[in-house]
């Protein structure tokens, strides 16, 4: 018998998916009640998660078997450290977000209220899938429901969204189709579509073609959807395009579940034998330099933060990039990985919260200012901080998180990074790990030059429109989200301590 | 030469067909302006994937995955159709969202050409 906490995974995303329903219809009687059904769900899924994480955390591995079917048959929910710790940051945003379109999406999409909240609900569903499931075809369902979700709300604004949001499409349907066909190939070699199963049933098949072909779809697949740097170009378009409270969702979290699916794929089924660290290493400070260059000349707030995202999803792939690295530089794969590894993970994994918050921040505070003056370009901008302090204070912790400066949560997930590199520069050394320490510092100290633009443009400049601040609810999410940077940074202990838990967990050491 | 030809052509010809057909669909995805014509690329590209799925489970002389008293052949595997079934649901949904997305931009921009509306967006300064 299971306990009730064992059934909240499954819980968590049927009740996302019922609630999508039960708004659509709910909007035909009284268009009020969309949001304050949606809000009210986010937040049971939120208060579930957190049991999950408390239960995985002292109780060990979750395992719920759909319709009692044992796998490899049957569909299981598998929830672990790490898809607990990701579960959770995709409902506070989610949370958040939710708050701050009650009033924003009025504004920026009027009259769409009942559509907006069903088809949110569904984008959530989909996190909340990718994220629990432990069979890898569920994973590539949830993938599609979450990215169609994803391509309707970019393009509700109409107008310019719309070539963005079809863009966005044809680009991730190529990305999900490749990953189907990954995962064809695997089923045609092994014949389980169990990630835990396929880890067992696939060592001895390493050498096979076949595999290999699967191995570069997967990365292909899942790059498109993680924005990573060739694969990037849909982003800088769809993001900026897209309400602000689903900017600061795709930015913020969904593009680091696409991450999520990555790590979890290539480093459940393949071993460091492929080296794809070297792989995620290459393309992640690819990232993080070409999108740092575009970034620094962009006029358009929204713009200049969608490209922030892909140097953050670069910063986030380097992590895992050197523990992948780091791994398979060690002859003889011990009991349990290096320290080097495990804290470079943790320090990736620590990054999507950090860089999840501090760019939800900054993209619902964009739409507090475009509530206030309509407008998305910088240098329309100046001052506008003094007329709407909360979103104005609220955004300069924000940016400043996102830059890494201490003692904000940012600082800590980049130190983590930065000190595992060096850590194994002294223990494996080698071109690769110094060439990326260099990288790294540089775009760290680079990215500082347009966040403090931005800043100084908000806070310190003049030129604005006079304006007054935006109504509560779009404040109040800004004010929790720069709240949690400051408390985040300055108790991080309990924080980076889940992370690490959850590193151990992917590395195979938990 | 002949040997080689019918072993991995001849008769593995099923894959050869949907790669072929992923091919045009990704050419019509990335080269055609029209808007329209991508959609029919997406289209392909993802029935080919189906149609590698579905070749995969199929054996020569198996039937269909019923127990039927007394019967000692073989069965062609019925979990390929049934993962098919729900990527078609998915294949249908995004479909949908495409052509939905691109009428909006024909009542919008009154084009489905790809470069006309890029054109159209400039001149309204955007």
């Not at chain 1, 300069?396 to 850590?423: D, E, H, N, R, Y």
């Not at chain 1, 935006?470 to 985040?488: D, H, N, R, S, T």
């Amino acid at each position: 018998m299971l306990s009730p906490v064992e059934q909240f995974p499954v819980l968590v995303v049927a009740i996302s998916m019922l609630s999508a329903f039960i708004i659509l219809i709910a909007g035909r009687v009284n268009k009020k009640s969309c949001c304050f059904i949606s809000i009210a769900t986010i937040l049971l899924q939120l208060i579930m998660a957190f049991f999950i994480l408390n239960h995985v955390l002292t109780k060990g591995t979750i395992h719920y078997w759909l319709g009692g079917w044992k796998p490899p048959w049957g569909i299981e929910y598998l929830v672990d450290a790490l898809n607990a710790y990701v579960l959770v940051i995709v409902l506070f945003l989610g949370l958040l977000c939710a708050i701050h379109s009650k009033s924003s999406i009025e504004h920026e999409v009027p009259g769409k209220n009942a559509s907006f909240f069903t088809v949110y609900q569904l984008f959530i569903t989909g996190l909340c899938g990718v994220t629990v499931t432990g069979d890898i075809f569920n994973m590539y369902v949830f993938i599609e429901i979450l990215s169609l979700a994803a391509y309707a709300l970019v393009a509700s604004k109409g107008g310019i969204a719309l070539r963005a949001g079809f863009t966005y499409l044809v680009m991730g349907s190529i990305g999900a189709c490749f990953f189907l066909l990954g995962i064809g190939f695997l089923y045609a070699v092994t014949g389980s579509l169990n990630i835990h199963d396929l880890s067992l049933l696939l060592p001895p098949l390493y050498g096979n073609r076949v595999v290999q072909a699967a191995f570069i779809f997967f990365i292909v697949g899942l790059g498109i959807k993680m924005a990573i740097f060739p694969l990037h170009t849909w982003l800088p378009d769809a993001h900026p395009a897209a309400p602000s409270p689903i900017s600061a969702m795709l930015s913020g979290i969904m593009i680091m579940v696409g991450f999520y699916a990555l790590i979890r794929v290539l480093f459940t089924l393949y071993p460091f034998y492929y080296n794809y660290g070297l792989i995620l290493l290459i393309l992640g400070l690819l990232s993080m330099t070409v999108a740092n260059l575009f970034a620094f000349f962009q006029k358009d707030l929204k713009r200049l933060l969608a490209y922030s995202s892909i140097v953050n999803m670069g910063i986030v792939a380097t992590g895992a990039g050197v523990a992948a690295y780091i791994l398979s530089t060690v002859a003889e794969p011990s009991k349990s990985p290096p320290e080097a590894a495990s804290l470079a993970m943790a320090g990736a994994l620590l990054h999507i919260l950090s860089h999840g918050v501090g760019k939800a921040l900054v993209f619902l505070g964009s739409g507090n200012i475009h509530y206030g003056i309509h407008t998305r370009e910088l240098a329309k901008m100046g001052g506008i901080g003094r007329d709407m302090p909360f979103t104005g204070y609220s955004m300069t912790v924000g940016l400043l998180s996102l830059l890494g400066l201490p003692p904000l949560l940012g600082f800590w997930s980049k130190l983590l990074i930065i000190m595992s590199v060096a850590l194994a520069i002294r223990s494996v050394g080698g071109v690769v790990l110094i060439t990326t320490f260099i990288l790294f510092l540089f775009n760290v100290v680079y990215a500082a030059a347009y966040y403090l633009r931005v800043t100084k443009v908000l806070m310190i400049e003049s030129g604005a429109v006079r304006t007054h601040e935006a109504p509560f609810p779009m404040v109040f999410p800004v004010v929790v989200f720069a709240l949690f940077c400051l408390i985040g940074g300055l108790f991080p202990i309990s924080l980076i301590r889940v992370a690490v838990r959850a590193s151990l967990i992917i590395l195979g050491g938990g | 030469m002949m040997e080689w030809l019918i072993e991995e052509i001849l008769a593995k010809y099923n894959y050869w067909v949907s790669i072929i057909l992923m091919l045009i669909g990704f050419y019509a995805m990335i080269a055609k302006g029209n808007l329209i014509k991508k959609v029919i690329g997406l289209s392909i590209f993802q029935t080919a994937i189906f149609l590698f799925y579905i070749s995969l489970g199929d054996i020569t002389g198996g039937t269909e995955p019923i127990v039927i008293e007394g019967y000692k052949g073989i069965y062609v595997n019925p979990l390929l159709h049934v993962l098919i079934l729900t990527a078609i649901v998915v294949a249908v949904a995004t479909l949908a969202v495409a052509l939905a997305l691109v009428i909006s931009m024909y009542e919008e921009y009154g084009t489905i050409e790809e470069e006309e509306i890029i054109e159209k967006e400039r001149e309204l300064g955007v």
